[in-house]
């Protein structure tokens, strides 16, 4: 039985079901390639190894991916600049924007999720501007019709403002401070957010919120319709580290650093399950998407 599916039997044993048709989808990054795990089947999507983010939209049918270069070395600092690169699922087609480092799947299609006073909005498939002010930094369903987001970002967690739902934001989510980084469902029913030293915590409504507490976890989580959230988590082992995206388990001593890897949480389970011992960058996948990601990798197009 796959790891996946042991996974899914003690979660139904335990009273808590995916609520995902039989088995669930998504994509993750291992060893700075995209992994996909769906019908029980695990595909390495990209052949690259440097892969250091990348983001998929369901309703676009689209690919996007970050790489990056060197561009300079001083006594002390390496300069790197990045390329985000595009592909079209339907049609193959393949563009790339530079100096675009950090993306995420939200508000039906792929947005730049850089940190800081002036935020990049410009949807990266189809090159739209999405502009929901008073919004700075947002994430929205798949029709745009909820939106969560900061109204104030800057360069550190203490020039944001709080985490707010709403337009115009009408509702406060989470405190300043509070949170890191968050994300919301396709549908705009759940909002998800994390901190380094505060819970990982699902939004429902008002009064309607739940948290886990947890130990390291980085990249954007990833929240579907029913609550049930992907994050890149801490696992208490130690791995060697080629890069910071492509690292795998000590096979002697403690390694470089701690291991990450796949965890899930749904409001009810009392800690993260792990589903991948090692990996970053989770993304829940429709199985059609799913599909499609196999294909395009089948067909020797992947980049």
């Given at each position: 039985?796959?790891r ?8 139904t044993v335990?009273?808590?079901c ?12 291992l060893?700075g390639d ?25 309703d676009?049918l ?23 690169t ?10 790339r924007?530079?100096d675009?480092g ?21 949807e990266?498939?189809?090159?739209e501007d ?16 909820v939106?969560?987001?900061i ?14 739902e ?6 406060k ?5 509070d ?9 705009g029913?759940?909002?998800?957010w ?8 699902v ?21 579907n ?7 890149a ?5 130690g791995?060697?580290?080629t ?7 000590a ?6 650093d ?9 409001p ?14 989770p ?20 980049q």
């Open positions: 039985m796959s996946l599916a042991l996974i899914a039997a003690f979660l335990n009273g808590v995916f609520g995902q048709p039989n088995e669930p989808c998504f994509a993750f990054l060893k995209i992994t996909t795990v769906c019908h029980r089947k695990t595909i390495r999507i990209t052949h690259r190894g440097d892969i250091e983010g990348f983001a998929v939209s369901d676009l689209g690919l996007a991916y970050v790489t990056s270069r060197v561009t300079k070395r001083d006594p002390t600092t390496t300069f790197r600049a990045a390329t985000t595009i592909v079209s699922l339907k049609t193959g087609d393949v563009k924007v530079e675009v950090r993306i995420v799947s939200t508000c039906g299609g792929i947005l730049p999720n850089e940190i800081g006073a002036r935020t990049n909005t410009r990266l498939l189809f090159g999405v502009h929901l002010a008073p919004y700075v930094r947002f994430r929205c369903s798949s029709d745009r019709r939106v969560a987001g109204i104030k970002d800057g360069n550190s967690q203490q020039q944001m403002s709080s985490l707010y709403g337009v115009p934001p009408s509702t989510v989470a405190a300043a401070g949170f890191r980084d968050f994300n919301i469902s396709p549908d029913s759940k909002i998800a994390f901190n380094d030293v505060r819970p990982l915590c939004y429902s409504g008002p009064s309607s919120t739940q948290c886990v507490d947890h130990a390291t976890i980085t990249d954007p989580p990833s929240v319709n029913s609550g049930e959230v992907l994050v988590a801490g696992t208490g082992r791995c060697v580290y890069t910071s995206y492509n690292f795998r388990p096979r002697f001593g403690p390694g470089d701690e291991c990450l890897g796949i965890g899930y949480w749904k009810g389970l009392k800690s993260i399950v792990f589903m991948e011992s090692v990996g970053r960058n993304q829940w996948l429709a199985r059609g998407t799913a599909e499609l990601l196999a294909k395009w990798s089948s067909k020797g197009t992947r």
